[in-house]
């Protein structure tokens, strides 16, 4: 048995088993917290403390199947931070695998027990219960591990398997779901993002074209003082601004030289394009990235297309847009031009405040220079030859 620091050692005080009504309470406060709960990390943080209150114990954990990569995942563990072990791992590993509950009185007498967490953690583990819990479809999705019984007697009891199984049940359905969403939510950004890369691959923008703008956009958004949220869906959506490129001819978009009339109103209609990709979707973060696609082109003077609208006719997500893209397109080497250097951008903002930009914006752009050429960095294009 490893000999621990006297330090980490902990005398938590003894506690008395619940009663049926202080019971019911917990079970009621936290499903009632959890049903409206969102966020992935929060729900799990609420489903462990569920858990150690309904069976007096000093830590618990939930954790996460994670099949892709063989492992199993916690956000969150009494005292601990972010862990990964491999699937197979460890009691709760045991308990996941064989799809049975596991009560244990003393871990050390267990050769499935994994000390090596306890060692770094700086703790000692001595009575154990894991409940493995399922997901809608039978498969397992991730288990309850809870540690050490604050009770005299010190271990866990079969009521405490019971009632943790009843917690696992209550809450799993909601920690489904709410996995769901978030995996819906990624997608939705991935795809956003592969599809803005692919509108700008078919223009030949440079690698980063994308992540500078949604960088740009965001920072924009926040220094206007709009709301994290808001700021992050605008990041998100702006990738997609060009998206309509992949409908325009290359004799056109690759063109070295300058666009006849008829070649620059055909470029014209990437916007109208566009948004007419975009548009249909139900879902915001599509519909906001349509606004973009439309409007990106649009003058706050009036004398931008596709519409000619004016001021605060023009989508303020369109307005943003606008300001991150010129500011990147100018920085950039493209086919048909060399970078500006930045003083040279800097007098041009200042010029068409009022303009091609938003007033207001433009002031923002300044005021966020320093924070706009901070990811121009982080987000260089690696050098060409
Ligand atoms: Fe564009
Ligand atoms: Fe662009």
């Not at 917690?167 to 993002?193: D, P, W």
């Not at 009022?354 to 300044?366: A, C, E, N, S, T």
């Amino acid at each position: 048995m490893p000999d621990y620091p006297r330090e980490f050692e902990r005398m938590p005080a003894l506690r008395e088993e619940l009663t049926p009504e202080q019971m019911l309470r917990i079970i009621f406060d936290y499903t009632a917290k959890i049903a409206n709960e969102r966020n992935l990390h929060n729900v799990l943080v609420l489903m462990a403390n569920m858990g150690r209150e309904m069976i007096l114990a000093d830590r618990c954990t939930v954790w996460l199947v994670d099949y892709k990569r063989g492992e199993l995942f916690t956000t969150v563990a009494h005292g601990v931070s972010e862990i990964r072990v491999p699937l197979n791992s460890g009691l709760v590993g045991h308990s996941i695998a064989l799809g049975q509950p596991l009560l244990i009185e003393d871990a050390y007498q267990d050769p499935r027990h994994n000390a090596e967490n306890d060692r770094k953690a700086g703790y000692r583990t001595k009575s154990v219960i894991t409940v493995p819990f399922a997901g809608n479809d039978g498969s397992i999705i991730g288990a309850y591990q809870a540690v050490n019984k604050m009770t005299k007697e010190g271990v866990f009891t079969q009521r405490d398997l019971e009632n943790l199984s009843l917690a696992a049940s209550y809450a799993g359905k909601s920690l489904e779901s709410v996995m769901l969403h978030e995996e819906i939510v990624a997608t939705q950004k991935e795809i956003i993002f592969r599809m803005g890369e692919i509108g700008e691959s078919r223009s030949k923008e440079t690698g980063n074209h994308v992540k500078r703008v949604a960088e740009y956009s965001r920072i924009l958004a926040l220094g206007l003082g709009l709301p994290q949220e808001e700021a992050e869906k605008i990041r998100v959506a702006s990738p997609m601004h060009d998206i309509g490129k992949v409908a325009i001819p290359d004799a056109v978009l690759k063109k070295p030289g300058k666009l006849t009339d008829e070649e620059y109103e055909i470029m014209k209609t990437h916007t109208t394009i566009g948004y007419n990709l975009l548009r249909g979707s139900n879902r915001e973060l599509l519909r906001t990235a349509a606004h973009i696609a439309h409007e990106h082109h649009e003058k706050w003077d009036g004398t931008g297309y596709p519409r000619g609208l004016k001021g605060e006719e023009i989508h303020l997500y369109g307005r943003i847009t606008a300001v991150a893209d010129v500011f990147d397109a100018l920085g950039s080497d493209r086919v048909y031009k060399k970078a500006w250097e930045l003083e040279r951008i800097i007098n041009l903002f200042r010029e068409e405040r009022g303009r091609h930009f938003d007033p207001k914006l433009v002031d923002v752009f300044m005021e966020q220079l320093p924070r706009m050429l901070e990811a121009r960095d982080r987000y260089k294009d690696e050098l060409q030859e």
